[in-house]
Every structure is written in structure tokens, then in C-alpha cells.
């Protein structure tokens, strides 16, 4: 199972642009990169999922370079809404019962 | 989109007691399914996999007989915290994978147990 590392925690502001990196140096061939975004108590809703390059939905980004080995989420323009802990997760994402591991997260602070 | 939901949301019991959390996805089938337990500002910890029709896999450390973990149909899968200690005070999450093509993993709002 692919160790994920990001920065434990990252301050922002209004309106600005956040992009948040995960390394994750042991990934196998056959797993994706995803991301979660968790309030508290609350269960991890998804944010995301890539394999390579780049990945665009209505909430965010995700760039993924050629090795693999590290991928940033990038959140445009972030609300104070925005403020939780981001996850980033490797694993066989196709796999029913493929389990993911959930590394320390990033806590985003959005400030006015 | 694929549902997961959770029962109760909170519980307060006092030590001794068994609590049952029930984990169920709404719209759709989940023959695996995960429990997670989450401590006050850190992340998730995977307790264990809930194989439908079979026993659970736990993580190590995990105690299978103070967990016990039943996925008796396509749809549910609960998790007992047998005789609760203080110690076992946390927020229980659950998870399954909604749809085949994604992967993508939906989680339950969680269960936050208190024991007194």
C-alpha cells in the first residue's frame, strides 16, 4: 500500500487559488490518486480521482506529473467553506475491496 | 449519487455496554465494505474490511472479539463495540464503493460513541 506524505497543515486566504501536494514515491502501476475533503464530524466526501495528467471537475484539479510519484490538488478561489482537512489517497481504485489508507491530511484554513 | 448512511450519529452508553452501529448503502450493493475509527484532530484509522457472507478482515491491532463486524446482506453491515470503555470513545466511520467503474468510495456521516 502506497505511503502518502503532504504538509500537515496550509493557511489561505479568500479568493485565492490553494494547491496542496502529496508525495507518494512507492505508487503501483494500477492505482489511482484520490481526494478527499472531511469537516468535522463528518464522513470523507470525494473530491477527486486521477491516474496521470490532469484531471478538471466543477470543484477542483488535480495535475499529476509523468512519474507518478506526487500530485497536487488545486482548489480555485477558496471560500471559507473551504476550510477542512484534505486527503490524499493512493490505492487500486477499480478494486471493490481494495482498501485505502488514510495518511495525516492536509488542514486547510481559509481565512477572511 | 451512491449513499451511504449511518445509525445512530451519536450514542452515549455507559461502560459495560455493548453499542451496534449500522452501516447501510442506500442505492446501491456494497459486498465490501470498511470501518474506520477517527481520535479528536487525527485522521482515519482502518479498523477492518466487512466481507459480505464472511468473516471480517481486521487490521492489526484491531481486536476482533471487542469489534465484532456482521455484513449480512448486500446492503448492511454492523459494527458492535462490545463491553465500551472510556478508551473506546471515538467517531466510527463507514465506507463502500459506490460504483465499479470509478472506485469511487463513499462514506457514511459516522457514529460518534461516547462511554461514560
Known amino acids: 500500500l502506497a505511503k502518502t506524505t503532504q504538509p500537515i497543515s496550509m493557511d489561505s486566504y479568500e479568493g485565492q487559488e490553494v494547491n496542496i501536494t502529496c508525495s507518494h514515491n512507492n505508487i503501483a502501476t494500477n492505482d489511482y490518486i484520490t481526494w478527499y475533503q472531511q469537516f468535522p464530524s463528518q464522513g470523507p466526501r470525494f473530491i477527486i480521482q486521477g491516474y496521470k495528467t490532469k484531471v478538471t471537475n466543477e470543484v477542483a484539479s488535480l495535475f499529476i506529473p509523468a512519474d507518478r510519484k506526487s500530485s497536487t490538488l488545486s482548489l480555485p478561489r477558496v471560500s471559507l467553506s473551504d476550510t477542512a482537512v484534505y486527503y490524499c489517497?493512493?490505492?487500486?481504485?477499480?478494486?471493490?475491496?481494495?482498501?485505502?489508507?488514510f495518511g495525516s491530511g492536509t488542514r486547510l484554513l481559509v481565512r477572511p | 449519487g451512491a449513499v451511504v448512511s449511518q445509525h445512530p450519529s451519536w450514542v452515549i452508553c455507559k461502560s459495560g455496554t455493548s453499542v451496534k452501529i449500522e452501516c447501510r448503502s442506500l442505492d446501491f450493493q456494497a459486498t465490501t465494505m470498511f470501518w474506520y475509527r477517527q481520535f479528536p484532530k487525527q485522521s482515519l484509522m482502518l479498523m477492518a474490511t466487512?466481507?459480505?457472507?464472511?468473516?471480517?478482515?481486521?487490521e492489526q491491532g484491531v481486536e476482533k472479539d471487542k469489534f465484532l463486524i456482521n455484513h449480512a446482506s448486500l446492503t448492511l453491515s454492523t459494527l458492535t463495540v462490545t463491553s465500551a470503555h472510556p478508551e473506546d470513545s471515538s467517531f466510527y466511520i463507514c465506507?463502500?464503493?459506490?460504483?465499479?467503474?470509478?472506485?469511487?468510495?463513499?462514506f457514511g456521516e459516522g457514529s460518534r460513541l461516547t462511554v461514560l
Open positions: 465506507s463502500a464503493r459506490g460504483d465499479p467503474n470509478t472506485g469511487e468510495l463513499f
Open positions: 466487512s466481507n459480505e457472507g464472511s468473516k471480517a478482515t481486521y
Open positions: 489517497l493512493v490505492g487500486a481504485g477499480m478494486d471493490s475491496s481494495y482498501k485505502l489508507i
